[in-house]
């Protein structure tokens, strides 16, 4: 996967799930400097509505922040990778039924709300006090942080010096329920402020559309192609890129592409995306 990475024109990765990459900060410092690639993540999953679940998150948290800094600091990398925390998404039933067109009643209680918001900042202040890194939540459809103002109520009830956003436009315009491209441009502007790093994906009208129509489930949905590739969708990234490019904290984009078995070449797809990027000057 590296190979194709760097074949394909990539400089950076996230980690993958645990295991897929090597686990030893010298195995993977090679992997990385061999390649001249920056290890900028790690998606981190915690089951944060329950109490019962955060000491294990926050364990877990830290074995893989601690990979991330050493691998960092072997390479001498200019910006330190940051730890994507998430909730543990597609884990209740409601919220993953109805992915794309959540209601506020499917949501989070108030007690509720602040045992999630709770156990977010205990994670992130762990990994920077143990680690120095930084954390940023993933907002992510099927998870109990999807919506807009679901994101908006998460980060009032959580410590904007430990939690940053990673903002990623597929997920935001498909969790919008709406299929208005100026969704995006709103949600950039409405948590600028909190958005230390950003994932490219796309997100197709048509399939959204039929998805919430037919009530599909957030599974059915993805293997449909709602997240389709760069420039097939209703995200206008040339905007996305004038926002990005007038904020000189912004270094580095993730493309984020979803490439389940039976929908082509993982390569294939990436290459697309990279040349629709390059069109676009990135």
């Not at 490219?200 to 590739?229: M, N, S």
Request: hydrophobic share 40%.
């Amino acid at each position: 996967m590296l190979d194709e990475l760097v074949e394909t024109g990539y400089t950076g990765t996230e980690l993958g799930d645990w295991g897929f990459m090597p686990t030893t900060p010298d195995a993977l410092s090679a992997e990385m400097k061999s390649r001249r690639l920056t290890m900028l993540g790690a998606f981190v999953p915690v089951f944060l509505k329950d109490r019962a679940g955060h000491a294990d998150g926050q364990a877990n948290a830290l074995k893989i922040a601690r990979l991330l800094a050493a691998t960092a600091e072997n390479n001498h990398q200019v910006q330190p990778p940051f730890l994507v925390l998430a909730d543990e998404n597609d884990s209740d039933p409601i919220r993953s039924e109805n992915a794309g067109r959540i209601r506020p009643d499917m949501g989070l209680s108030d007690a509720e709300w602040q045992i999630f918001a709770q156990g977010a900042d205990r994670v992130a202040r762990a990994v920077l006090d143990e680690t120095g890194l930084r954390t940023v939540f993933h907002h992510h459809c099927a998870g109990y942080v999807e919506t807009p103002d679901e994101i908006a109520r998460f980060l009032d009830l959580t410590d904007p010096d430990l939690l940053g956003l990673v903002f990623d436009t597929g997920h935001y315009l498909y969790g919008s329920g709406r299929n208005d491209p100026q969704i995006v441009q709103g949600g950039l502007e409405r948590f600028a402020d909190r958005i230390w790093y950003l994932h490219f994906k796309d997100c197709q009208p048509d399939i959204a559309a039929q998805a919430r129509t037919e009530h599909w489930d957030y599974l059915t949905a993805v293997g449909h192609g709602v997240f389709c590739e760069l420039g097939q969708g209703n995200v206008d990234f040339p905007a996305v890129l004038d926002w990005l490019r007038s904020r000189t904290d912004q270094r580095w984009v993730l493309v984020e592409q979803d490439v389940l078995p039976g929908m082509g070449a993982p390569k294939e797809s990436a290459e697309r995306n990279r040349a629709y990027l390059k069109s676009l000057g990135l």
